[in-house]
Nanobody, 117 residues
Framework: QVQLVESGGGLVQAGGSLRLSCAGS????????VGWFRQAPGKDRDFVAA????????YYADSVKGRFTISRDNAKNTVYLQMNNLKPEDTAVYYC??????????WGQGTQVTVSS
């Protein structure tokens, strides 16, 4: 069992920055890959970024490349999503998820990010 808690969301103006955190507990969080996803109202949940357990491999959706950076601190059991140059279309609930058995098995409750124009 893994518990995930996201934090760091909020309201920001276009062009601003936020840093989301995903704190993991339970099974050895540092052994697993972690992804960030987002869901805007009325839309499907979309992939944003992912990082391998070691942090050596990182993946991004095309829409966020060059603006978002995923990182992790395994000593703190935390994965981060630094979001720069935010746009109104980045407005969504952001979720982190942990990949244990081939898919994203455990999810957090989400944190709201709202970008005003």
């Amino acid at each position: 069992q893994v518990q995930l808690v996201e934090s760091g969301g909020g309201l920001v103006q276009a062009g601003g920055s936020l840093r989301l955190s995903c704190a993991g507990s339970g099974r050895t969080f540092s052994r697993y890959g972690v992804g960030w996803f987002r869901q805007a109202p009325g839309k499907d949940r979309d992939f944003v970024a992912a990082i391998s357990w070691s942090g050596d491999n990182r993946y991004y959706a095309d829409s966020v490349k060059g603006r978002f950076t995923i990182s992790r601190d395994n000593a703190k059991n935390t994965v981060y999503l630094q979001m720069n140059n935010l746009k109104p279309e980045d407005t969504a609930v952001y979720y982190c998820a942990c990949a244990i058995s081939g898919g994203y098995d455990y999810w957090g409750q989400g944190t709201q990010v709202t970008v005003s124009s």
